[in-house]
């Protein structure tokens, strides 16, 4: 089993379709193992996006994430990382898939509303960010047998 880091971004929470997103990936047949509200610090936004900190956007992209909560999550399963950016979809709005998440509900890509590890290195690193190990739940999923 594979775990992948999801966070959704403010804009997600102030047009309320969370439920949205996550009915999504629950469709799919991934198990939440952890998922909680919070306000990322500057701190935690510049280490979440370390390898962008020599970038033009790197501004613009802590301060989004840092101007309203957002809802971090781990999400499990066989393939994870692959599967969730499959339904993510491209970094780039313009490039993202009408069906995906990020091509169905993000218009700017600045302010897309969804982040996910991209490398199971990066899940790794971005659930050590986030989530103490007892915070992760593990459960066995009866329904696990039909996905």
């Known amino acids: 089993m594979e775990r992948c880091f999801v966070m959704l971004k403010p804009g997600v929470i102030n047009r309320r379709i969370v439920g949205e997103i996550l009915s999504r990936l629950e469709k799919k047949g991934l198990s939440l ?48 990382v692959q599967l969730v950016r499959k339904l993510v979809g491209a970094t780039k709005v313009e490039e993202a898939q009408p069906g995906t998440i990020r091509g169905d509900y993000s218009l700017h890509t600045p302010h897309n509303i969804i982040h996910a590890s991209d490398s199971d290195e990066s899940a790794k690193r971005e659930i050590g960010l986030f989530f103490k190990e007892e915070e992760l739940i593990n459960w066995h999923d009866d329904n696990a047998k039909w996905f």
């Not at 020599?54 to 957002?70: A, H, N, Q, R």
């Open 33 to 80: 193992v952890a998922m909680k509200m919070m306000v990322i610090s500057d701190e935690l936004a510049a280490n979440h996006y370390a390898e962008h900190k020599e970038k033009s956007f790197f501004t613009d992209l802590t301060s989004y994430i840092t101007s309203g909560p957002v809802i971090a999550m781990v999400w499990q399963g066989d393939n994870c």
